[in-house]
């Protein structure tokens, strides 16, 4: 849509407010709101905020930020048409106040990693498995880590109890240009999936934030909690993001040879090699939190090792049986606690750098990655993955391929708020040291 486009569609639809959305450095989605008054300044990029408020964005003596929007994002919200006007969305790059990219914007980073993907021929596609947990709320709305059902893989109601809200919100969804697979029961109680398809990966950035959003407007409104935390409860399974991903050139899927080894082509061997090469390097992007960690453990399905495989689900990488246009790559260590734009970013330039470096992958790895003897590892070189955030944090500062994705401004900003983090996190005395050694010493 054009700016002219987007303003008639206000006019008719009566849209009374305007949310300009935009993602901190972290991954939380912010926005300034503004009312139809200020329609036509905010598509033309004038409407300014407080930098120096956001996460990792501008010092105080550098405050003022510009809001762009993206006029082909526009969406009007359905769920919240009421008696106070419709309320329309538009996506955003943030700007200096002269106009010029601001280094610290993820959308932006994605952008500029997509663009040298174009330059060397391809086109970045993407799709994302998105997890996430649905819990009550205690009696004064908090929530609670109390699930909602007692339901597996797949089930049905009367134990999936989320089925109803799990409608609501690919209703909503749909409303919102997202295109839904799947959506169903996952492994745990109180665990749910929602598919959505394939797009290019600045709008499957862009859909993963509106997915977000809604998964947690809906649940609030049925008087449940959505958390996207990769590991809520103990002894259950986490909630992951795995990131399907290839890409084209000249409109045909670059991953794809009839003729190939399991029919994969030269650029998706060294894509996937690629992929592997730097996953320590940016697993702190993919799996940001210190909570992370404690979904990448063995037993729960979730990636230890850095190996792959056409079809063994214990691996990083797992090849789907589709071949032809639907050839593709599944990353599994990511979760949906990550910012999407600088997730995107980080492993495009990983599988480009695996392209320009013509890199070859491992043998495939065909069994358990869990029960391999050392001797087995070796012989298929399989590392593992850091095992907490401090060392995925250790992994980053040595891999300048990932920091180049980033950018110095983003590489700079994430690594000191995370090493606080950590600190943070190890200075505090958890109820598991207490009930350990607080009565046996």
Not at 100 to 109: A, D, L, Y
Not at 238 to 246: A, K
Not at 326 to 343: F, G, V
Not at 368 to 375: A, F, G, L, Q
Request: glycine residues 8%; contains cysteine.
């Amino acid at each position: 849509m054009t700016q002219a486009e987007v303003l008639k569609v206000c006019r008719e639809e009566r849209v009374r407010f305007l949310r300009l959305q935009f993602i901190d450095i972290m991954g939380i989605a912010k926005n300034v709101e503004v009312p139809e008054s200020q329609f036509e300044k905010a598509l033309d990029g004038r409407i300014t905020f407080d930098g120096s408020s956001i996460e990792g964005f501008s010092r105080i003596e550098e405050a003022d930020m510009l809001l762009r929007p993206d006029p082909s994002t526009f969406r009007i919200f359905p769920v919240e048409q009421m008696d106070r006007g419709k309320v329309a969305r538009l996506i955003c790059d943030v700007r200096h106040p002269d106009g010029t990219e601001f280094e610290g914007c993820p959308r932006t980073r994605l952008k500029a990693v997509l663009h040298k993907a174009e330059g060397k021929g391809f086109r970045m596609y993407a799709g994302f498995e998105a997890e996430f947990f649905l819990f009550l709320r205690d009696e004064l709305g908090k929530p609670t880590r109390i699930t909602h059902d007692s339901a597996g893989y797949f089930d049905l109601t009367p134990v999936d109890q989320g089925e109803e809200a799990r409608r609501d919100m690919v209703n909503v969804l749909e409303a919102m240009g997202l295109e839904i697979e799947a959506a169903h029961h996952e492994v745990a109680p109180g665990q749910h999936e929602i598919d959505f398809k394939f797009e290019e990966g600045l709008v499957t950035a862009d859909n993963m934030t509106t997915f977000k959003l809604i998964v947690r407007k809906i649940a609030q409104d049925r008087g449940l909690h959505a958390t996207f935390m990769p590991k809520p409860i103990f002894g259950i399974s986490g909630s992951g993001m795995h990131t399907h991903q290839f890409l084209t050139c000249n409109g045909k899927n670059a991953f794809f040879d009839k003729n190939g080894e399991n029919q994969l082509s030269q650029v998706a061997r060294s894509y996937i090699a690629g992929l592997l090469k730097h996953a320590p390097g940016f697993c702190a992007i993919t799996n940001p939190l210190v909570n992370s960690y404690k979904r990448l453990v063995p037993g729960f399905e979730a990636p230890t090792s850095i190996a792959w495989s056409e079809q063994n689900r214990s691996p990083l990488i797992r090849i789907p049986a589709q071949r032809e246009e639907e050839t593709r790559c599944e990353l599994r260590m990511p979760d949906p606690s990550c910012n999407p734009y600088l997730a995107l970013a980080v492993m495009l330039q990983a599988g480009l750098d695996g392209l320009s470096s013509r890199l070859e992958p491992p043998p495939p790895v065909s069994k358990n990655v869990y029960t391999m003897s050392v001797r087995e590892r070796r012989k298929h070189k399989v590392a593992d993955l850091p095992t907490g955030l401090d060392q995925a944090l250790g992994q980053l500062s040595k891999d300048k391929v990932v920091q180049r994705a980033l950018g110095d401004h983003i590489y700079r900003h994430f690594l000191a708020a995370k090493r606080q983090e950590w600190n943070n996190y190890i200075q505090q005395i958890h109820s598991w040291e207490l009930e350990t050694y607080l009565g046996a010493y």
